[in-house]
């Protein structure tokens, strides 16, 4: 069943449906076109289907009437009878068809143009300044976004569609931001493990050295062992330490280092001496010019005696091992109980040297024969018997 009711029977007595359903005058129909051209130009044709759908077939029926009583015109013009008016904009003011006026001369002020638009329409003013000349100033604002503007100067037809007016609101100054400088991205760096330093033990600083001689004589031709012993200052042994052996001939000042050698795990070290014919004096040395004290070895020369009989005498000839050419070898004879020098000689070229004793008469005659102490060797001596025939 229909919402809307379409039976108009009910209105057949009322005087403002006769008013509207009756026919025009000429003073209702003039400008008839212009207000239909005005009504079209305002309203489109969708906007138009959806208001007519919103007042139903009951007020379809009621504009329907007005339009096909030429009624059109006069209602937007203004003319109509102030209640018929009003019942007209009541119904068709979403159509632009405006309220009864008392004053239809009142101008439009032109200054009114810069107010703001609002969201809802505004009411437009119609003068109808004779019949035919029909000034129309209508304002819709369906939205704040866009508005029409409809206008025609007295004695002029105009239709004009303009963009809405927006009214410039205030911009507000903003402050600018200062952006911040991106910090640049740090590819953390692969620290690299840091290999364990071994730990190095420094080694132990020697700080005294000891000389010890196998022997403090030698026989010329032999050699000597010298012991050492590397030491801290705390008297702890010093291992693994190079000593030297140092020899200087007695009676020249140049040192010769002879032998090399490293201490054991108990700081000593063994070196032996050259084969010695001379006197010679001994030292070790260390690092950090560390020296031990210095020892002497006695060289003691050889001496040998060969008895040859010649006539009524023994030739006897002295041979020396380390007794150098010059060196006096004295000849001694024993004689109740005591020595006596009977004959010196110098060693030759050879170390040797040569002496004649008597051939005794009834018994043995002891002799020897001594090499005299010189700065290179120590004394040396031989003994020797001459017998009788």
Do not use: C
């Not at 129309?136 to 100067?153: C, D, G, K, R």
């Not at 640049?184 to 290999?195: E, F, G, I, N, R």
């Amino acid at each position: 069943m229909s919402p809307h009711d379409d039976d108009l029977g009910r209105w057949q007595d009322d005087p403002v449906f006769r008013a509207l359903t009756g026919p025009a005058s000429g003073d209702e129909l003039a400008g008839e076109a212009e207000a239909l051209a005005a009504f079209r130009a305002a309203v489109p044709l969708r906007s138009r289907r959806q208001y007519a759908g919103r007042l139903g077939i009951g007020g379809s029926a009621l504009g329907i009437a007005i339009a096909l009583s030429g009624g059109v015109a006069a209602a937007y013009s203004g003319s109509l009878p102030t209640p018929v008016q009003r019942v007209t904009y009541d119904v068709g003011s979403w159509a632009g068809v405006p309220a009864p006026q008392h004053h239809h001369h009142k101008l439009l002020v032109a200054g009114d143009h810069g107010s703001s638009p609002t969201p809802t329409a505004s009411r437009s003013t119609f003068i109808t300044p004779s019949p035919h000349t029909v000034s129309v100033i209508a304002t819709l604002t369906p939205s704040p976004a866009s508005s029409w503007h409809h206008s025609a100067a007295a004695g002029s037809k105009v239709k004009s569609r303009s963009k809405a007016s927006r009214s410039a609101s205030p911009t507000a100054s903003s402050t600018p931001t200062a952006t911040p400088t991106p910090t640049p991205a740090v590819t953390p760096t692969t620290t690299p493990t840091p290999t364990p330093t071994p730990t190095v033990t420094a080694a132990p600083l020697p700080a005294s050295i000891t000389i010890t001689l196998g022997s403090s004589r030698v026989t010329s031709g032999g050699t000597v062992s010298v012991l050492g012993h590397l030491a801290t200052s705390t008297g702890a042994p010093v291992a693994s330490t190079r000593v030297w052996l140092l020899e200087r001939i007695t009676g020249e000042d140049a040192v010769t280092q002879v032998a090399m050698g490293l201490t054991g795990a108990d700081g000593s070290i063994t070196l032996t001496s050259p084969v010695l014919s001379h006197n010679a004096r001994f030292r070790l040395a260390a690092a950090h010019r560390l020296r031990s004290a210095s020892l002497g070895v006695v060289v003691v020369p050889t001496v040998s005696a060969g008895v040859t009989a010649q006539g009524t005498s023994y030739s006897v000839r002295v041979s020396t091992s380390g007794g150098n050419a010059g060196d006096t070898v004295a000849l001694e004879q024993r004689s109740n109980g005591r020595w006596q020098q009977v004959s010196t000689a110098a060693l030759d070229g050879s170390g040797g040297a040569t002496f004649s004793v008597p051939i005794p008469p009834k018994h043995d005659v002891h002799y020897r024969v001594i090499l005299s102490r010189t700065q290179a060797h120590a004394s040396a001596q031989a003994s020797f018997v001459a017998p009788p025939e």
